[in-house]
């Protein structure tokens, strides 16, 4: 009898090779049809051998949960990078890696902060594989991309802000995919198709992308870049919204434009803008820093009336106070408005900056005794200390007496920054609880400013610093660790050091 039907064998790389036949017996044959019959594999007496692609599928999908699930960003980044590493794009193909899994892991890295270098090296990463592969990167994940850029290093250059705006450009470019040319034999070259219809048009840029680009700019003290900026927000017909509002105040402030921060003031009150109680510690910084340390005390006063009513004339000082900032300075404070840390923090170190301790004091006082008190920041301390050793001379026996949480304080202002004073602010510290952790500078300048007053007292300067050792330990580095070795030496201490 002739055969109507055989059997197909096909060969591994090994050698091994895999037996088939077909479905059925004798008996059910479709030969008489003249069918033939398809092969079905069948495990051989020596065991089946996966195909060669079976294992690295498998691989594969676990790389695929790990991403998707991976309880740390770090376990999620490895699979990623074991994935685009061992399964390389291929644009004949599928993507390796879904879209879905590439947004989410674009989104967990949108979370980490500080945004630094390596962040931004990941973020374009993931981005770039997503372009690449034809997917669609979104507003949002464009924008923490230009945020990274201006972000990587510890300080915002230029350079940085011509790197944002690469990625602008990039956002409003529309994206082509890879493909193989089959006829030219070629490898990878640009085709001229753009992406699938999900993702065709380039993405529009929003009112965020703008105001990113503009605090880069801003970070980056160059007035050009920041001009460069605005011009792009003039020309995008977005309206400012309150955050952009707040970086251009910042800017002006830093840069000792008052009169641009007036006229800033003015049109967000203009446009119904509420200042809040970040643009009014702006304000502070501002006017403090421009010779109007008056007009910062009044934005103070008033906000801790809020939270403290004056009585009497003193009420009346208060609403007069109010009604100036109003009507000259466009700073409306509404009366639910209350100084939170980082005004206590900024009016102390502006005023020890400026060398009136009293006022320093004062709101030192406010921020421990009010009735939310609040935790004295590192900032504040800091600032005091280094009051001492800007404004610090043998002036007297006159001393600041009483305890730091009650609220009257008077200190005659010249003899003010002298040696018992800054004994009794260094106790106040010292009595601050365990879990306070002040770092390297405020350490420094508590010694240093100990130098001044003391007159470089060995005795002083090797008692001071064991305390702050055996409290603090001595984790220390850098310049502190050359202070130490000038304390012990019995060398003089002073800034150079």
């Known amino acids: 009898m002739r055969k109507t039907r055989s059997a197909i064998a096909k060969r591994h790389p090994g050698g091994d090779s895999v037996k088939y036949r077909p479905v059925g017996d004798g008996s059910h044959s479709h030969a008489h049809r003249g069918r033939p019959v398809r092969p079905v594999l069948r495990q051989s007496p020596r065991g089946y051998q996966a195909a060669p692609g079976d294992e690295g599928l498998q691989r594969r999908q676990k790389l695929l949960r790990v991403l998707l699930t991976a309880r740390t960003i770090s376990e999620a980044w490895r699979a990623y990078e074991d994935l685009i590493t061992k399964y390389p794009y291929n644009p004949l193909k599928k993507p390796v890696i879904p879209y879905g899994h590439l947004h989410r892991l674009a989104g967990r890295l949108a ?118 900026a605005l011009k792009l927000l003039r020309i995008s017909g977005f309206s400012p919204t309150r955050y952009t509002y707040l970086i251009m105040l910042s800017f002006y402030a830093r840069t000792s434009q008052l009169s641009e921060l007036r006229s800033t003031l003015h049109r967000m009150k203009q446009q119904g803008v509420e200042v809040g109680i970040i643009g ?106 280094l009051g001492f050793y800007r404004h610090g001379r043998k002036l007297g026996p006159a001393k600041f007496t009483g305890d730091l949480t009650t609220g009257e304080q008077h200190l005659p202002e010249l003899s003010a920054w002298n040696f018992e004073n800054l004994k009794l602010i260094f106790k106040a510290f010292m009595d601050l609880p365990k879990g306070y952790g002040p770092n ?51 060398q003089v201490v002073d800034r150079r050091e």
């Open 440 to 490: 390297g500078r405020l350490l420094y300048w508590i010694i240093v400013a100990f130098g001044r007053l003391s007159g470089n007292n060995p005795t002083v300067l090797r008692n001071v610093w064991e305390q702050l050792e055996g409290k603090y330990g001595r984790h220390w580095g850098g310049r502190l660790e050359r202070v130490g070795k000038a304390i012990h030496s019995s």
């Open 111 to 228: 979370l980490v902060k500080p945004r630094k270098r390596t962040l931004y090296l990941k973020l374009s990463s993931v981005l770039a594989t997503l372009r690449k592969t034809g997917g669609c990167v979104y507003p949002w994940e464009w924008n923490t991309l230009i945020d990274c850029a201006g972000k990587q290093w510890r300080k915002t250059s230029l350079a940085d802000y011509r790197a944002a705006l690469d990625i602008f450009n990039d956002m409003k470019t529309p994206p082509h995919l890879l493909e193989h040319d089959s006829t030219s034999g070629d490898p990878i070259v640009r085709s001229r198709r753009p992406f699938p219809p999900t993702s065709r048009a380039p993405v529009k840029p929003d009112i965020t992308t703008y105001t990113v680009l503009l605090s880069i700019a801003v970070r980056s003290k160059q007035h050009v870049a920041v001009r460069h």
């Open 280 to 385: 009014l510690n702006t304000c502070i910084w501002a006017f403090s820093n421009n010779g109007r340390m008056d007009l910062a005390c009044l934005i103070y006063r008033v906000l801790r009336h809020n939270v403290v009513p004056e009585a009497g004339s003193n009420a009346d000082e208060v609403a007069a106070a109010a009604r100036y900032l109003r009507d000259t300075e466009c700073l409306d404070i509404p009366p639910d408005l209350i100084p939170n840390q980082a005004v206590y923090t900024s009016m102390i170190q502006c005023s020890a900056y400026q060398g009136n301790m009293v006022q320093a004091l004062l709101v030192f006082t406010d921020m421990l005794s009010m009735p939310s008190p609040l935790p004295p920041s590192v900032a504040a301390f800091r600032a005091i200390f």
